[in-house]
């Protein structure tokens, strides 16, 4: 048995977040992993699974935290690999991928194109292609994050709070709230609009390809979710809701202010299911019954800085 990529984080009580929801608001700071993001969970597991199998090669597509985490298993495992992201990730992303050593193709508008290039350029011999969310190895993984906040928690949250990009964070916390007996938690599903493929999927009752990425929250940005996410539906009470950028830009301005911690808006989305108080809102639509307590997964990231923010806040008309 290999010894995780991953480091157990902590789960902070936010005394901010606790006095807006009116009970115990509790975060999982996936935002300190070593990548800075929670990918390494499901992605560190893939690639030490990946390097099992024999791969001398490793190709992953990815908006960029993915591509981080598969770039820092790949160094670690001392095997070479190739991200590919789309044209939308900002330079400095792809030099800090580079810093980790590893080859980045530039390719398209959206994680979509750069995944098309990966899954071509894995066909190679010995190479492996490594999905940053569509993959039993990145769920069980990812699954660890809620193993962990069990054993942190003084009791079961009354509600899970993640955001959805491809459908790999909220398929391994599921996965995860399963294995400890968290089946009857509800979970709520956070988007940015212009990323919201879950919610036109959960609309359509199947899935759904959007056109393009045009929320600020590229993060967020595959056109399709995985297939998994939408069967999660029928197996678990999900709640999914789509926020504006605005909503996810402001969350990420606060929880800044709030806990000195800087966090892309695709985590913003989560962070703003309690700035914009959508608890009580859902309560009173009948969605959600009392509530003890939550957990929210901070996803971390690292495409942000505070010049980016203020340029989001300029973009957005928050200045
Ligand atoms: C296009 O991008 C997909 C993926 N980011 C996904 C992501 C998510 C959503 O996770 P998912 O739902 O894709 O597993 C949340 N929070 C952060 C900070 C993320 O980077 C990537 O980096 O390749």
Known sequence: MMEPLHIKTPVLESHPMT?????????????VQPVASFKIRGLGNLCQKAMQRGCTHMVCSSGGNAGLAAAYSARKLKIPCTIVVPGTTPMFMVERLREEGATVEICGDSWDD??????????????AYIPPFNHPDVWYGVATV????????????????VSVGGGGLMS????????????DVPLIAMETKGADSFDAAVQAGELVTLDAITSVAKCL??????????E?????????????????????????????????????????????????????????????????????GNIVSLNALKEWKEKLGLS
């Open 172 to 183: 391994g916390v599921l996965q995860g709230m399963h294995d400890v007996g968290w089946a």
């Open 221 to 230: 940005g595959a056109r399709t979710v995985a297939a998994k996410a939408l």
């Open 114 to 127: 750069a995944d098309a290039l990966a899954v071509k350029l894995a066909k190679q011999p010995g190479y």
């Open 19 to 31: 006095k807006i929801a009116g009970f115990p608001v509790y975060l999982k700071l996936e935002n």
């Open 232 to 300: 999660w539906t029928q197996d678990h009470k999900i709640i999914n809701h789509v926020c504006s950028d605005q909503e996810a830009v402001l969350a990420c301005e606060r929880f800044a202010d709030d806990h000195r911690m800087l966090v892309e808006p695709a985590c913003g989305a989560s962070l703003a299911c309690v700035y914009e108080r959508l608890f009580k809102v859902w309560q009173e639509q009948g969605k959600l019954g009392e509530l003890k307590s939550a957990l929210v997964i901070v996803c971390g």
């Open 146 to 161: 809620i193993h962990e906040s069990a054993e942190q928690l003084p009791e079961k949250p009354s509600v899970v709070v």
